[in-house]
């Protein structure tokens, strides 16, 4: 009781100023005469080291980024908000043969208009004139078509660690039966049998030691058909936001009832409006908080309305410190000392918010297949941690708190 009392101080002192998810080191409980001469020294020093490696995250971030960018010069660029994107593209939503004159009459010329029914949707790609970065095409494009909706194509990325030294090889169990359930990331290997696999990138569908992860872990809780879209691939530009849109609207088609999507990226209203076509069919979509820590921006597709936004806990049920965070929490699940698949088959090690949001979206396909209220569902197995109630650390509890993996 003495040490939660500690935690809880601290998690409040840091909940106001960095607003997401974090794990406190662990501590020998002091004896009781200690206490008072030591809390306030103990809330410091912790919310120092929280701060400082919430700082060094984000740093990562953008030196990621820009080592992403450098190597892809000739596929990748960055928008006019710094986030990386398709190169020497942007998207139109819904556009009007008016505003594609207007486009043309301003040198962008039309690579194709891509139709996404399943959600009431079509995204023409335009080419950027040359002479122009992203980030001044955005612009000049804006200042042309001041009531259209423009965006980069944004990147996406896989938020979750499967370098861990491969295990021996295991049999999936059975898991349990629920709704259909669609998978958006890379696709899995052959030792994670799918209902179905559809590429929509390059080279798309290619096996993925993240895909191959994520699929087994949800397999392992869901024995219900399960369908992949691949939006990696072997391009370097993968994991855009309309390979996202398409590969959401096939999975809603193929009646996907639940959609997972271990990825996060900025906010982009062309996937954003694939995620409130998807919700209008009665999908739910599940998605992780990400692994930039709890510095860097509210990740998406996390953050858009409506989306079941998960992060993760270790073995001893402590917030991964690496967790990112986005404008509301939903639930947490386990994401570190669990296992799964790689794409050659071998069991591994796992770490990341990745490996949390398909065991949260398992157990709410069961919910859905058995014809219940998943949100009653979900919240009447949460094992309530940290500070009473809802809280930004744990959202509204740990769920399939005794899942490990395969």
């Not at 993925?208 to 872990?217: Q, R």
């Not at 369908?227 to 072997?234: E, I, M, N, Q």
């Not at 930004?392 to 769920?399: E, N």
């Amino acid at each position: 009781m003495l040490r939660i009392s500690l935690i809880s101080l601290v998690l409040a002192a840091l909940a106001a100023p960095l607003a997401a998810q974090v794990a406190l080191p662990s501590v020998q409980a002091p004896r009781v005469g200690d206490v008072l001469g030591q809390v306030g020294e103990f809330a410091d020093e912790t919310l120092d080291r929280t701060s400082r490696t919430a700082r060094e995250l984000a740093r990562d971030r953008l030196r990621n980024i820009d080592r992403l960018v450098r190597r892809n010069r000739d596929s990748i660029a960055l928008d006019a908000r710094g986030e990386p994107a398709r190169r020497g593209e942007l998207l139109l939503l819904d556009a009007e043969a008016g505003q594609l004159a207007q486009a043309g009459a301003a040198g962008f010329a039309v690579l194709e208009t891509v139709p996404v029914p399943e959600l009431r949707m079509s995204v023409t790609r335009l080419r950027v004139p040359s002479g122009l970065n992203l980030g001044e095409a955005e612009r000049a494009l804006a200042l042309a078509l001041p009531s259209a909706t423009i965006a980069p194509d944004n990147l996406h990325f896989q938020s979750g660690d499967t370098g861990a030294v491969p295990l021996a090889f295991a049999a999936a169990g059975s898991g349990t039966r629920g709704a259909a359930v669609g998978m958006i990331d890379g696709a899995p290997g052959r030792a994670v049998p799918v209902a179905a696999t559809r590429g929509f990138a390059q080279g798309a569908p290619y096996p993925s030691n993240h895909g191959s992860a994520v699929a087994s872990l949800l397999a392992s809780q869901h024995s219900g058909p399960i369908r992949v879209a691949d939006v990696y691939g072997t391009d370097k530009a993968g994991g855009n936001a309309l390979a996202i849109a398409r590969g959401l609207g096939w999975l809603v088609g193929e009646g996907s009832r639940v959609v997972t999507i271990s990825l996060v990226g900025p906010k982009n209203p062309v996937l954003e409006r694939a995620i409130a076509g998807a919700r209008k069919r009665g999908v739910v979509v599940v998605a992780a908080v990400g692994n930039d820590g709890p510095a860097a921006p509210p990740a998406y597709p996390a953050s858009y309305n409506g989306v079941v936004a998960v992060t993760a806990v270790d073995g001893k049920r402590r917030a991964l410190i690496e967790a990112g965070r986005a404008l509301h929490l939903d639930y947490a699940a386990p994401g570190a000392d669990i296992r799964g698949f790689n794409a050659k088959g071998k069991r591994i090690e796992l770490r990341g918010t990745s490996f949390a949001t398909p065991l949260v979206a398992a157990r709410l396909a069961r919910a859905i297949g058995a014809g219940r209220n998943w949100r009653t569902a979900l919240d009447g197995e949460a094992e309530d941690l940290g500070k009473k109630g809802a809280d930004p650390v744990y959202g509204r509890g740990l769920v399939c708190g005794s899942c490990k993996g395969r």
